[in-house]
């Protein structure tokens, strides 16, 4: 007996959609077909999460208006309409277009680029992390592929955004500088360091960069400013992934400007326009190449 795919066994054991709608907007990324044919999901761009209070209003006229009771919050810092009716599928895409919210992406393809608060709001912030979100949106959002691939900016090695557990990671990092000859020895730098990474030593400090994170958190609190930090440099990871088997993406170049991170994100797309294929993960793609000819790869474009 052959075995049919579980698409084929889908396609010939769950319910036909009976209503009639376009098959071009119907393909598209942001909309997600229900276990009622009849009726789906629609997910929203949204990127870094950022909605303006007029969105949000809009949101909830739209949804009332087209007799939807609920809206889902997704881990991709977006939110989408469950249980629509595909027969209404076009005036509520419109809807969405028109209220700065617009449809989403979900398949092979970039979609929603998440994003933490960054140094806009949050204390440990190092880099922008929502104005990068938005850059790379613009530039990336979309874009078919041979697989899908996420996106996610921390502004600080915490990684509220469990950015390594991406596609391509980026972190916001910062190295602490210090001059010895100036250390009073108190040790205050030392006890702000979750990672044991800095000693103080015959009165010196001493950062051991094994250890050393790069969060930059043993820089303010020292009260004579001898620990000084680097500029901010973003972190770039690639190949990370979440859900049925994790995996923690791996480090490929630390650049200094959120153009030169655009400018690496955009080879690594490319890269995966050209060379990656369908059918299994990007994480498993990157095992059969090695990791280091893919960063060699990609260190050679850049140069170009
Ligand atoms: S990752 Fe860092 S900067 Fe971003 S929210 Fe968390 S602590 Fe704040
Ligand atoms: S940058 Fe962070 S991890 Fe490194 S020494 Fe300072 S506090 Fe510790
Ligand atoms: S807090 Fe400043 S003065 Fe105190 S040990 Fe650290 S670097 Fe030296």
Redesign the pocket.
């Known amino acids: 007996m052959s075995i049919r795919s579980y698409d084929e066994y889908l396609d010939t054991t769950m319910p036909r959609r009976s209503n009639t709608v376009s098959e071009e907007l119907y393909t598209r990324g942001g909309i997600i077909t229900e276990r009622d044919p009849d009726f789906c999901i629609v997910r929203l761009r949204m990127p870094a999460g950022m909605v303006t209070p007029a969105q949000m209003k809009g949101l909830g006229e739209i949804a009332a208006k087209h007799g939807i009771d609920n809206v889902h919050l997704t881990t991709r810092q977006t939110m989408e309409f469950p249980h629509v009716d595909t027969s209404i599928l076009e005036t509520l895409v419109d809807d969405l277009a028109k209220n700065g919210t617009p449809l989403g992406a979900e398949r092979e393809e970039i979609v929603n680029v998440t994003a933490c608060l960054g140094n806009r709001h949050c204390k440990f912030g190092i880099i922008d992390s929502v104005g990068l979100a938005e850059q790379i949106d613009k530039k990336f959002f979309g874009k078919e592929l041979p697989v899908k691939v996420r996106i996610a900016i921390s502004a600080c090695p915490n990684g509220c955004e469990s950015e390594r557990l991406n596609e391509i990671g980026i972190t916001g990092i910062q190295r602490p500088i210090?001059d010895p000859g100036l250390?009073?020895?108190?040790?205050?730098?030392?006890y702000y360091c979750r990672e044991k990474a800095?000693d103080?030593q015959d009165g010196l400090?001493v950062v051991t960069t094994a250890k050393c994170m790069e969060c930059g958190f043993?820089i303010l609190?020292?009260?004579?400013h001898?620990?000084r930090g680097s500029p901010p440099e973003y972190r770039i990871t690639v190949g990370g992934h979440r859900g049925r088997h994790p995996l923690i993406g791996r480090h490929l170049i630390d650049v200094k400007s959120q153009e030169d991170v655009i400018r690496v994100v955009d080879k690594i797309v490319y890269w995966i326009y050209r060379q990656a294929s369908s059918g299994s993960l990007l994480p498993e793609q990157l095992d059969e190449l090695e990791f280091d000819e893919f960063k060699k790869t990609i260190a050679k474009m850049i140069e170009g």
């Open positions: 210090r250390c009073t020895g108190c040790g205050t730098c030392s800095i103080v400090v043993c609190p020292c009260p004579f001898i620990i």
